[in-house]
C-alpha cells in the first residue's frame, strides 16, 4: 500500500515539521532552514533553502492557496515568505518573544495562528501582518492546533494535555482533558460525518499525546447547540509517544509518527491498521498526506524526510494482513491466506491456493519444488516472486531484520532481481525501471542519469540467496 519512493536528507539536524501545498513540499529543521521541493521531481528549489531564523524552526505551513509559506522558530518570531520566489514578507514577533511551536492558517487565507511554549496564542491578520486576537491557554505550553473545516473556530492541544476550542474572537468555548503528559499534535479532517444517536453532522478530529495514544473524537460546531466535543475510540499500535497525526485529504486515513521509530497509517472508519513503515532510524516527529497526489512525507530526527506513493486502489488488502498479524500465521485459515495474496498484488492466485487447500501452515512450507510441481506455477518469475513474499513473511515471525545492502532503496523491499544503474546503487529491477520511465535522475543523489543502462547485480543476486538459505535453517 505504501512505497518509499524518494528520501530526502539535505537537512543537517533533525527534521521538526513537513508540510505540502499543490504543488511543493515544505521541511524545517532544528537545523534553523526551511527547505521547499517541486512534487514534480521532488527536486529543491532554486530559492531554497529559506534562512533567516535565528534557532531551530518547529513548524511550516502553506496558505490554501499555496502562495504564501509560514515558519515559526524558538526565536520568538513566525515568519511569513513568499513561495513562488522565497522573498520574505514578514516576521511577526510573539508577544514576550516566547519559542513559536506551532503555525497554521485558517481555511480561508485571512489568519494565520502562531502558538508558544508559554501557552500565547495570536491570530494574526494576514493581510495587515497585524495581530487580529490573542489569548493564551492555561499551565502549559501550546503545542498543537488545527482549524475547523470553516475557519470560525481552531482548537490547541496544549503540554498540559488538555484540548481547547476557541471561536475566531478567542473565547474559548470548550476545554477537555485529553492526554496524560500532553498532547502534541492534532488534526481536524474537512470531511463532515453523521452521527448515528441524532443524525447531527460531525467533523472527526484526532490527537496524540506522550501518553503513548491517538485518539479520535467527534466535534459539532453548531450555532443553536454550542460546541460539543465526544470521544470516539483510541487507536493503538504504538508503543511510545506519539508525536505527529494527520488526516488524509479525503478524511479516510489517518497517519501517525512516534517516539518508537514507526509511522502507522489507519484506516478512518473502522480504526484498523493498513501499514506500519518503519524505515526511519530515530524518532518520527512528523507526517503529512499531499492534498491532490497519493504521496505520504515522514520526517523524523534521523535528519530524513521520506516520500511514500499510496496505493489506494487496495486499501482493504493490508489491512487485513495487518489485522491478522495478531493471529499466528501457521493457525492462518484459507480466507486469511487469500486475504494475504492480495495485499501482495498476487490475487491471480487465490483461486489456485485455495483449491490446493493452503492454509497458513501449508503456506509457510512452500518451496520452489512445490511451486512448481504441485501447484503447476509455470513461470519462473512469479515462482520467484510468489517465494520472495512467502520468505518476507517467515521473517516477520523470527523478526530477523534484512540487511540494508539487500533492501532496495526505491521500495525498501528485499530484492529479487538486483540491478545496477549509472549511479553505482543496486536496484530492485521492476522498480527501478518503473522510476526510469518517468525521471532520468538517480533515486538515491537525484542527479541526471548518465545512461539508462541497467546492469545485472549477480554477485549481489548470490549473496541474498545464501543470506535466505540460512534463514530457512
Known sequence: M???IHTLADHSDDVNYCAFSSSCLATCSLDKTIRVYSLSNFTELPYSPLEGHAYAVHCCCFSPSGRLLASCSTDGTTALWDS?????????????ASPVRVCRFSPEPAYLLAGAADGSVVLWNVQSMKPYRSGKVKGGSLMACAFSPNGNSFVTGSSSGDLTIWDDKMRCLYNEKAHDLGVTCCDISSHPVSDSENGFKYFQMVS???????KLWLILF?????VQLKYKCTLNGHSAPVLACAFSCDGQMIVSGSVDKCVIIYETSTGNTLHTLSQHTRYVTTCAFA???????TGSMDKTVHIWQLDLKQPCAGDTVENKSKVAIEDWSEDDVSAWLCAQDLSDFVGLFKMNNIDGKELLNLTKESLANELKIESLGLRSKVLQKIEELRMTMTSVSVPDEFLCPITRELMNDPVIATDGYSYEREAMENWISNRRSSPMTNLPLQSLTLTPNRTLKMAISRWLETQQK
Request: charged share 20%.
Open 2 to 4: 505504501a512505497t518509499l
Open 84 to 96: 513562488r520566489d522565497g522573498r520574505r514578507l514578514a516576521v511577526l514577533q510573539q508577544p514576550g
Open 208 to 214: 496524540c499525546g506522550q501518553d503513548n495514544q491517538i
Open 222 to 226: 453548531a450555532d443553536f447547540l454550542g
Open 291 to 297: 492534498p491532490h497526489r497519493p504521496l505520504l512525507a
